[in-house]
């Protein structure tokens, strides 16, 4: 089941966020790297051809892992972000300065080892942050030296989109969204509406995973898990959008994989629409 939303990127619609594969708060290497390798070559076997990464993952490590387990990515699509970097303790800190922005395009180019980005994303602050026209102007001109493919917007709202395909093509819109949390319903329905892929992070909750009783009873209805149930809802919220669940663990990345045969009854959804 594929969605030609990434602009001419033909993919299938559950893709894989790498961000769990980094150690304790997102920083350091994993307990079991060689794991976390084989999470990464086992996604791919079954058919995810776009992973989600950023080189503030670790920082570097994810990055790194990604290049060792899958270089030369053929028949992949590897999106990263930039925007943030890490500090040692741990902290997630604004690089917005346009010295900053082409410093983080190029420590993404070498640690995946490649001479052009697929698809770069710009992480914001929120849409209350205002205006990113500076920073995507950046990232524009760094696609038109070559060393990205295509652009995006990382936790921004529909104003902020609008403000940046004034710049430049914007391939995609990758949002906190999920079947409990819709706040940023109006930023999808403008991605919908536009053709440009809705990339929903945390499609399970993130670093605290929800539950929710309906979702544990439409899952036993389909001889299911709440997991599923969760990412099949959110492929059926809009044609546009392609989830990308996280795991450090191969089981999890499998039942996370066979969500996209899961088929939700007009009924299933009229009772999953109580959540949100």
Request: contains cysteine.
């Amino acid at each position: 089941m594929k969605v030609d939303a990434m602009l001419n990127l033909n993919l299938n619609r559950i893709g894989y966020g790498a961000m769990q594969l980094a150690g304790p708060g997102v920083y350091g290497p994993p307990a079991d790297p060689e794991n976390a390798k084989a999470v990464l070559r086992r996604a791919v076997e079954l058919g995810v051809d776009h992973i989600d990464t950023s080189d503030f993952y670790g920082p570097r490590v994810v990055n790194e892992l990604i290049r060792e387990a899958l270089h030369p990515y053929e028949g992949l699509t590897v999106v990263t972000k930039v925007g943030y970097r890490r500090t040692p303790d741990k902290s997630w800190v604004p690089a917005h300065q346009p010295h900053e922005l082409r410093e983080a395009v190029h420590d993404n180019l070498r640690a995946l080892g490649v001479d052009r980005l697929d698809v770069v994303n710009l992480r914001v602050g929120g849409r209350e942050e205002g205006s990113v026209g500076e920073r995507f102007g950046v990232l524009a001109e760094l696609r038109q030296e070559g060393l990205i493919e295509h652009l995006g917007l990382s936790n921004a709202g529909p104003e902020q989109l609008d403000e940046a395909r004034a710049i430049a093509p914007v391939a995609c819109v990758q949002n906190s969204f999920n079947v409990v949390d819709r706040a940023d319903s109006d930023t999808l329905d403008r991605t919908t509406a536009l053709g440009i892929a809705y990339v929903p992070f945390f499609p399970l909750g993130g670093f605290t995973p929800f539950h929710h009783r309906v979702l544990d009873e439409v899952a036993a209805e389909h001889g299911a898990t709440a997991r599923q149930v969760a990412l099949a809802w959110l492929l059926h919220r809009a044609p546009n959008v392609l989830p990308i669940p996280g795991t450090s663990s191969v089981r999890h990345l499998e039942e996370n994989l066979a969500s996209a045969e899961l088929r939700l009854s007009e009924q299933d959804l009229t009772r999953l629409d109580t959540i949100g």
